[in-house]
């Protein structure tokens, strides 16, 4: 089943509640582990531009943006630690790890600081979690490798940032997929870092010892590298599942108008950080109602679609969606069971 962002719908939604407290002097920080790929970028950008404005509308004091040196555990864990000495009153966190954070992010809890995760989710009870159904969309990416490549055959996987809850989810989905597909076969695996040039050379190097592949199934932002490695090697060019990435859909466009190539893409959208944003905002602002756990779609275009959407991706950037006050508050509405 194609999963959308239905931005009317939420927009519709009334919102629950109102002011409860004055959030203007409030602090939220944002931890950050990663900052290597274009999602990631994309992710800061829209976080700067709905944050900025939230400061100057006076709705928080401030909203600052913190990403490590490296994509260490120990690294983030020490930041956070810095950050609730700094006295933030909410830190908005896209984790190194789901489970291995835990001490810090209880460390922040126990001083009074609200913690919303999103993407790369922590497991501690008392954060918040902006989550989306990564395993599904692994297993969405087999379901439609059926629909082009009937007859099965090979895959090729290439995998996100080591040691994630996304990677571990969407692989989790690829493998549950793949058994309810039995015509194909993983045949090989790289890890790609969700990022172009570090999935070509990986693909690269793993192409000489692969049989003739199919498909590749991989986590976003890799697919326009793996088509660069597979041209050069001279290789049958596969079907290779997107990632929702400018360069990307550019790539699949110019192979449909040359043969039909078709395939699918799929991503969380990148300005799912403002949706945590505005969680952490909400709950500085004495909402009781919202649920720690709240279920978001994941954005996919099929063939029909992704030419629309393709003139509104910046040369370099992902599909996305910035979330307003409104929305995210109706968002939360839509998950209060």
């Known amino acids: 089943m194609k999963k959308l962002f239905v931005l009317g719908t939420l927009a519709a939604v009334l919102t629950a509640g109102t002011a409860l407290a004055d959030t203007s002097g409030k602090k939220i920080a944002f931890s950050n582990n990663y900052a290597g790929n274009s999602w990631r970028q994309a992710m800061l950008d829209s976080y700067g531009i709905v944050t900025k404005k939230a400061v100057d509308d006076k709705v928080v004091g401030a909203a600052d943006i913190f990403t490590t040196a490296d994509k260490e555990v120990p690294t983030q864990a020490a930041q956070v630690q810095n950050l609730i000495l700094q006295g933030y009153d909410a830190i908005v966190i896209n984790a190194a790890s789901p489970d291995a954070l835990n001490g810090a992010i209880k460390q922040a809890c126990d001083a009074g600081i609200v913690v919303v995760s999103f993407d790369g989710i922590v497991t501690e009870p008392c954060a918040y979690r902006v989550v989306v159904d990564f395993k599904d969309m692994g297993k969405q990416e087999v379901e439609q490798m059926a629909k082009f490549q009937p007859k099965g055959g090979n895959l090729l996987e290439i995998r996100g940032l080591a040691g994630t809850s996304i990677d571990d989810a969407i692989h989790a989905g690829i493998l549950e997929g793949v058994a309810a597909h039995p015509e194909f076969k993983i045949v090989g695996s790289v890890t790609g870092d969700w990022d172009q040039t570090t999935a070509q050379k990986a693909v690269a190097t793993i192409l000489p010892s692969l049989p003739d592949v199919v498909g590749i199934v991989d986590q976003g932002g890799d697919g326009y590298g793996a088509a660069q490695a597979f041209a050069a090697a001279n290789k049958p060019r596969p079907t290779i599942i997107m990632g929702n990435r400018q360069d990307e859909l550019k790539w699949w466009k110019e192979q ?60 370099g950037g992902v599909a996305t969606h910035e979330y307003t006050q409104e929305e995210a508050a109706a968002a939360i509405k839509a998950n209060i069971k």
């Open 256 to 315: 449909k108008e040359k043969d039909g190539y078709q395939t699918w893409s799929a991503s969380i959208a990148p300005g799912v950080s403002t949706l945590a944003f505005w969680v952490a905002q909400q709950v500085l602002d004495g909402r009781k109602d919202i649920p720690h756990d709240l279920l978001v779609p994941y954005l996919a275009f099929t063939q029909d679609d992704f030419e629309a959407a393709l003139p509104k991706i910046k040369e």
